[in-house]
């Protein structure tokens, strides 16, 4: 989805009207995602829209980075991972050894044999059905490295076998570049193909990001704020 540059067509604030009906999708794609924590993330009277020329839709709070995108401008929304890193458990998730995420960095899509099964078999994995919105995550680290929608349903998903999760955005991307080239923790940055294992939780408590090298030219360089919000991002 992200994985060329793209450019920003257009970008207007969201109306009342408009936010209300977005968050009511999210809410509606995202069961059990709290509502309180919605609003933060998209307060009302401070939510910009951004018309990509790949057909996409970015939503962002002020001049941070985009928080939501819709794939094709037709109400399939997806978290972006500077939300998914604040809000890890809003979407279920696959869970893959670390040297399968060199595949995914590099551009492709989840291949079952990469997914991790629980002891109790694929049923642990929760009901699987085509469509279905995922984030992947290396085993020993909290924090998604990309999210995704299903490409098989539960039977298909027994067999383990083929591509099972389509790569919507994910880390290193155009996206990721957009929004300021953060990373959660020191597992993102230790080597340069692949996220590892790490323990440090601090994102979700509002200490701040770790950026890479070398911000991008359309932003200033980020911060992670006090309720986990990435502050100064890429203005279009």
Request: hydrophobic share 40%; charged share 20%; glycine share 10%.
């Amino acid at each position: 989805m992200f994985k060329k540059q793209f450019a920003v067509q257009a970008h207007n604030l969201l109306s009342k009207k408009d936010l209300k009906s977005l968050k009511a999708q999210i809410l509606e794609q995202y069961a059990g995602f709290d509502e309180k924590a919605l609003d933060a993330l998209l307060p009302e009277g401070q939510v910009k829209i951004f018309k990509l020329d790949n057909r996409a839709l970015l939503y962002a709070c002020g001049d941070q980075p985009p928080c939501f995108f819709d794939v094709d401008g037709r109400g399939d929304i997806f978290p972006c991972l500077t939300t998914l890193w604040q809000h890890p458990y809003m979407m279920p998730e696959l869970t893959i050894h670390p040297p399968v995420s060199k595949f995914v960095l590099n551009g492709a899509d989840l291949m079952l044999p990469g997914v991790i099964v629980p002891a109790n078999g694929v049923a642990g994995l929760g009901g699987v059905t085509k469509g279905q919105k995922r984030c992947i995550k290396i085993e020993g680290n909290l924090y998604p490295i990309a999210v995704g929608k299903m490409l098989v349903n539960q039977t298909q998903m027994e067999k383990l076998k083929g591509k099972g999760l389509e790569v919507l955005h994910v880390f290193k991307d155009e996206l990721w570049v957009y929004a300021g080239k953060l990373s959660p923790n020191a597992g993102f940055t230790e080597k340069d193909d692949e996220v590892t294992a790490c323990a440090d939780q601090s994102y979700l408590a509002g200490e701040a990001g770790v950026a890479a090298a070398s911000a991008p030219t359309n932003s200033a360089a980020s911060s992670v704020g006090a309720a986990g919000a990435v502050a100064d991002s890429p203005k279009a």
